[in-house]
């Protein structure tokens, strides 16, 4: 669990640099009721468990490569049993020991043996002791397969370890959208209120007027009726932040009775058309997402390697040294050297050659998802960009409307004042205004939302070589540390 924790501490450090793009400034604030959105990354990496969940998968990697290969170990065999012949009453022990051992790198396999067991008949034993080599030359041909396997779980590792920065990553997104929310729930709540305080004022002058008879008693109704849809709108916007927040504290594992409040984000800088054409280059060639369909593909050319070599036959050169000789020390010893070849080859290999052709369909298919995901990329990318640039031209808008809205609401309030327009044009305008400003929020953290999709996307959120690194080299600056909740 300490790799867990350290892989975490090293992935937030990558991740500052991110974040400083995402989050303001935040001085004036009080240290223990604000949570700016870098403060609440780093709480949430060091205490929640779902990140240290998704990094323990990366640590059964370590041995996965052992199990692919055959075992190398050495093998010690012994053998022993008593012999009794009932015929004639002898009986004699017979035993025997072997040693075994395999390189997989060659897949040379080395031989020892000795045996020793009672002639039936005579007086004396016979020992024998073996010593072979084993070479295959055709089918894992000094360890081709076992290079081929070896290279599969390498391929396999890399793809899982991109695939857990992936879940990291996909998870971040989720904790920063979840902050952006809080951030925007805030927001509205404060327009709502602010909303239901300028009704209550209104409420309140119109009241006035009726008494001295200069506005209707129907005026005063419907203020009262838009002051009680404003309080009621304060209040559901209550609710929705309040459980905002409850989440927010729930992924820090906040264990305190504070409750904190968001930082706004600071708004992002629009990119240049060259830069985007640029970053999608880049993206395409270098990015997570392409360096999966890149192992993808060389995964299935190596399945196609393998599957061939299983067709060839099995040909094995032995080489060796035998020695036998009457009782345990080898008296009139008969040695001699030998070498052969060992030659099995199934017909018609009907399975082998379904699994190769397989394979290659495999290849195929691995070529075509690729070049089908780098285009949905390309795709998804541009229409993101594209996105992100319109958010920004529906913000500019949307202050637009708000400056408008709020010149009319003064006019329209004079008017009123003068008896020269409706009340209803007066709370038609007000409602207006309002609707204009919740439509500046949402804007605005869709624009965050979108930015952080497109990171997402591009795999610029996470770089997954901070992940796996062993040890950390930095800590968090004590400028950002603010009192943890």
């Known amino acids: 669990m300490n790799t867990c924790r350290i892989m975490k501490k090293t992935l937030f450090i990558s991740l500052q640099t991110t974040l400083m793009l995402l989050c303001s400034a935040f001085p004036g604030h009080a240290a223990d009721m604000t949570l700016p959105l870098e403060t609440f990354i780093r709480l949430a990496a060091e205490r929640n468990k779902v990140f240290e969940e998704i990094l323990i998968d990366e640590l059964p990697l370590h041995y996965t490569g052992i199990l692919a290969l055959p ?207 640029r970053e999608l280059r880049a993206i395409l060639l270098t990015s997570r997402t392409a360096r999966i369909l890149d192992l993808m593909e060389d995964k299935a050319g190596a399945e196609v390697l393998q599957t061939a070599d299983r067709l060839l036959p099995s040909v094995n050169l032995t080489a060796g040294y035998e020695i036998a000789g009457e009782n345990r020390v080898f008296d009139n010893p008969d040695q001699g050297l030998f070498a052969g070849v060992v030659l099995e080859w199934p017909f018609p290999q009907k399975q082998e050659n379904a699994r190769h052709q397989i394979s290659r369909i495999n290849r195929r298919r691995a070529s075509l998802s690729a070049a089908n995901t780098r285009l949905v990329l390309e795709t998804s990318l541009k229409n993101l960009s594209h996105s992100i640039e319109n958010q920004y031209r529906l913000i500019e808008l949307a202050e637009e409307k708000i400056t408008i809205s709020e010149a009319i609401v003064r006019d329209e309030k004079k008017n009123y004042s003068l008896g020269k327009t409706d009340l209803n044009d007066l709370i038609n305008e007000i409602n207006r205004l309002e609707e204009n400003r919740f439509s500046l929020i949402s804007r605005e953290i869709e624009l965050q939302k979108l930015i952080v999709e497109w990171k997402r996307l591009s795999d610029s959120l996470v770089k997954n070589r901070k992940i796996f690194q062993e040890q950390s080299s930095a800590a968090v600056p004590e400028g950002s540390r603010k009192k943890e909740l």
């Open 71 to 277: 075992a190398d170990d050495l093998v010690l065999s012994v053998k022993g049993q008593y012999m009794l012949m009932l015929e004639n009453g002898m009986s004699e022990p017979e035993y025997g020991f072997g040693l075994d051992k395999l390189f997989p790198g060659t897949a040379t396999r080395l031989s020892a043996s000795y045996s020793a067991d009672q002639n039936f008949g005579s007086a004396n034993s016979e020992s024998t002791f073996r010593l072979e080599i084993v070479q295959p030359i055709a089918k894992n041909a000094f360890g081709k397969t076992n290079h081929l396997i070896e290279k599969l779980a390498g391929i396999e590792n890399d793809i899982v370890r991109h695939q857990i920065a992936e879940a990291y990553e996909d998870y971040l997104s989720s904790l920063i959208i979840l902050y952006y929310d809080w951030y925007a729930s805030r927001e509205n709540l404060a327009t709502a209120t602010a909303a239901y305080k300028d009704a209550k004022k209104q409420l309140t002058t119109i009241r006035e007027k009726a008494e001295n008879s200069i506005a209707l008693p129907i005026d005063v109704n419907k203020i009262k009726v838009q002051t009680v849809s404003r309080k009621e709108q304060m209040i559901s916007l209550n609710n929705e932040y309040e459980a905002k927040t409850n989440l927010v504290m729930e992924a820090i594992r906040a264990s305190g009775n504070g409750r904190p409040t968001p930082v706004a984000p600071e708004k992002p800088q629009r990119c240049k058309p060259d830069d985007f054409n």
